[in-house]
């Protein structure tokens, strides 16, 4: 499966952005979807998964304020961020993988496809 992120951009302290991932190539209702975010100088971090029949996050500073959600007609996951931080200056990935397993969710290993990545910016 081919994975083309989206949606990144220079924002402000307190405001909203919406990223998409775009997907082809396989059926894309068969795979869990995630997001990943790597700041610079720090290894990469889960933000935020989908399945078939659910959402998973990390207890991390995001729960709360970022979304994850799938258009399976579409081919395309979202990440509906809010009340944006500095801190979440970031590139996004986003990830696909048929086969994974629950426990390894938020694993960035654990996912055989990747996106390009999309940059976030925060300022305060």
């Known amino acids: 499966v081919q994975l083309q992120a989206s949606g990144g951009g220079l924002v402000q302290a307190g405001d909203s952005l919406r990223l998409s991932c775009a997907a082809s190539?396989?059926?894309?209702?068969?795979?869990?979807m995630a997001w990943f975010r790597q700041a610079p100088g720090k290894e990469r971090e889960v933000v935020a998964v989908?399945?078939?029949?659910?959402?998973?996050y990390p207890d991390s500073a995001v729960k709360g304020r970022f979304t994850i959600s799938r258009d399976n007609a579409k081919s395309t996951v979202y990440l509906q961020m809010n009340t944006l931080r500095p801190d979440d200056t970031a590139v996004y990935y986003c990830?696909?993988?048929?086969?994974?397993?629950?426990?390894?969710?938020?694993?960035?290993?654990?996912?055989?496809?990747w996106g390009q990545g999309t940059l976030v910016t925060v300022s305060s």
């Open positions: 990830a696909a993988d048929r086969s994974i397993i629950r426990s390894e969710y938020f694993r960035a290993r654990s996912y055989d496809y």
């Open positions: 190539g396989r059926v894309f209702s068969n795979y869990v």
């Open positions: 989908i399945n078939r029949s659910g959402t998973y």
